[in-house]
């Protein structure tokens, strides 16, 4: 997505909201919650990656599933803040290896450092090469006693290239935090827009979405802190009502789809943290690609990824108000 637009819109929406109190143990939840982003230097986290691809075609069902651990740490520089990812440990793999489960483990095993300014938007990548070496070194590993397709050595020389990389971990930390930042929500409300999402499952191409964010609802920030409140933060992209025969004409070229039927893409994220910093504690991140065929069948492409953040030391912050 393009951060600055929908940024924009956020604060333009949410400056009319209602403000709410501050949340208190024995008093009423606030109706409207301000964001803000304010991660300290110094911060650390053990962050756990969950990846699911679902494959359903004429040809049968497919589920893949992978497990990697990494460690997020917050260092200071300039007037911003950098953000490092390392220690990645893989704890369990697909059992197929086709160019999307490839991906899948390449993108986790690919986290790259990054820079953000004061105001939580993405500047740019710092150590883009540490990520590449990352990901080649475990696919040299990987597949030292079997010879990979050349359409998964294709999608891992896609995965790797700086530009794919940069534009991969601008979209990540927009979903995390960088949408949200700036101006006040109120809980329930939908605030809706239209933005450029690339398709994954349409082989990334770029789609113009009306895209629906809610602050849904107070919730505990998570098992180690629940005397804690986070918000729980949604954002629902779909195709935009021009965009849907072009992408049935694209479907009709790639997968002789029946254009009377409907093609379903669904873009969502789930992001569950701090209101005071924005210090995410859970993050889910779905795409769903429904194509149905001629002959009454239909092809699915799902992927899912969940994140989860153990954050060490600090509690978090009470929700701000001024």
Known sequence: MKLRRLLLFLLLSAACATRGPSPRASGPEPEAVRLVFDWSPGGEAVVEAFRTATDVSPRGRYVDEAK??????????????????????????PQRWIPRTVEM???????ADFRV??????????????????????????????????????????????????????????????????????????????????VAGLGGIPVNMEV??????????????????????????????DQVPLLHEFATAFFASDPARELRIEHDVVVITEPRGLRPHSMLEREVVEIPLA????????????????????QPREPRVD
């Open 68 to 93: 990697i651990t990494y460690r997020l740490k917050v260092e200071e520089e300039g007037d911003g803040l950098r953000l490092i990812w390392d220690r990645a440990a893989i704890e369990t793999l």
């Open 105 to 111: 483990v390449a993108v986790e095993l690919g986290q």
């Open 117 to 198: 300014n004061s105001r939580g938007n993405f500047v740019e990548l710092t150590e883009p090469l540490a990520a590449q070496a990352r990901v080649a070194s475990w696919a040299t590993r990987t597949f030292a006693e079997r010879s990979p397709s050349p359409a998964v050595h294709g999608r891992l020389a896609d995965v790797l290239s700086e530009e794919a990389i940069a534009r991969r971990m601008a979209s990540f930390w927009g979903g995390l935090v960088g949408y949200w930042t700036g101006g006040w929500l109120e809980l329930g409300r939908t605030y809706t827009a239209w933005d450029e999402i690339r």
């Open 212 to 241: 629906r964010v809610t602050a849904r609802k107070w919730v505990p920030c998570g098992e180690e802190y629940q005397d804690a409140i986070c918000i729980e933060l949604h954002l629902q992209a779909r195709p935009a009502e």
């Open 295 to 314: 002959g009454g069948e239909s092809i699915l492409i799902a992927d899912e990824r969940v994140l989860d953040f153990r954050w060490s030391a600090s």
